[in-house]
């Protein structure tokens, strides 16, 4: 099947709500309209009211009821409309779904999935072009996901539907119908917290996530006959796969990473100390960092000028490359 981003989510819930009657869908508008970016579109039909929820807007409401369907036998995904808006609900995530498991000793688990679109690069307007992954990334009980393609998007998401434990799942909107690619219509699943190399190289390690894997593969095509990058694909930012970042930069000795977040305290930070502390010897050059400028996200017009690019990208590599 050659299916977008939407169209690959959507597959993934259809298939895991047929397979497992525990699975049921909570959010603003998923129901009747689909969702705002019609990633639900007829499961309504399929499935009815009692399992594709529409609900008030109140997303500490939609993840509090989540939390206690979660520990009483079902599997709640819930939509956050945009990722602006998921900042009422972290008190639900960080203090009740991220510590139940250990709070109760074990006796309770939280198999609970939040879905949100994640990001910019739609010209949207204020709270719906944000990068907020690392609030979560940096609180213990929770795994974060972002796909960067249709067919990781489908894998990941329905290991995480299955996982026992609570799951952030951001979609970057980017690149929710920005192409399309070959996704079996069977079932399958990808581990989280494993990265996944794109592109083998030999002279530099390119990691990204999200929408800007799409930005990596294309600067690494434009410099194939230049310098030879390895493009590596986090998947899951909580827990991060180490052991992949590191057996790459140790092979390269060479490092350029990608966010689209604010550089201060961004998981590109995160990755750079681990380079530091784990690889330092091995390495020929800094790591070098392309982030968001430590500003609000920018509205439309600026958008260009905040967001990294495949231009911006070759920049960092060469500068790199040349050390």
Not at 71 to 94: M, R, S, T, W
Not at 271 to 298: Q, R, Y
Request: aromatic fraction near 6%; glycine fraction near 8%.
């Amino acid at each position: 099947m050659n299916l977008n981003m939407v169209e690959a989510i959507n597959l993934a819930l259809k298939q895991e709500m047929k397979k497992d009657k525990t699975v049921i869908l909570l959010g603003e508008d998923i129901g009747k309209d689909g969702g705002v970016f019609r990633v639900t579109e007829g499961l309504l039909d399929i499935y009815g009211e009692n399992r594709v929820i529409d609900t008030p807007l109140a997303e500490s409401g939609i993840v509090g009821c989540s939390i206690g369907m979660a520990i009483n036998g079902l599997k709640p995904v819930c939509e956050i409309q945009f990722e602006g808006f998921i900042f009422p609900a972290i008190d639900q995530i960080i203090s009740h779904a991220s510590r139940l498991r250990n709070r109760s000793r074990g006796r309770y688990t939280v198999p609970l999935v939040v879905r949100s679109p994640i990001g910019g690069g739609i010209k949207a307007l204020e709270h719906h072009s944000e990068s907020p992954e690392s609030h979560f990334i940096h609180i213990p009980g929770i795994k974060v996901v972002v796909p960067s393609r249709p067919y990781n998007a489908k894998g990941l998401l329905i290991s995480a539907i299955r996982d026992p434990d609570p799951v952030i799942f951001f979609e970057p909107k980017k690149i929710y119908r920005a192409f399309k690619e070959e996704v079996p219509e069977e079932e399958y699943t990808i581990p989280l917290g494993k990265a996944e190399i794109l592109k083998e190289g030999e002279d530099v390690t390119l990691i990204g996530f999200g929408a800007w894997i799409k930005n990596c593969l294309e600067a690494a095509e434009e410099l194939k006959n230049e310098i030879s990058v390895e493009v590596l694909d986090l998947q899951t930012l909580s827990p991060l796969d180490v052991d992949a970042i590191i057996d790459s930069v140790k092979k390269t000795g060479r490092a350029v990473v990608v966010q689209e977040a604010q550089k201060t305290c961004g998981i590109a930070s995160e990755i750079t100390s681990l380079i530091n502390e784990k690889a330092f010897l091995n390495m020929e050059a800094p790591v070098e960092v392309l982030a968001g400028v430590d500003t609000i996200t920018p509205m439309p017009k600026l958008e260009d000028y905040y967001f990294p690019n495949t231009k911006k990208i070759v920049k960092l590599v060469r500068k790199v490359n040349s050390f």
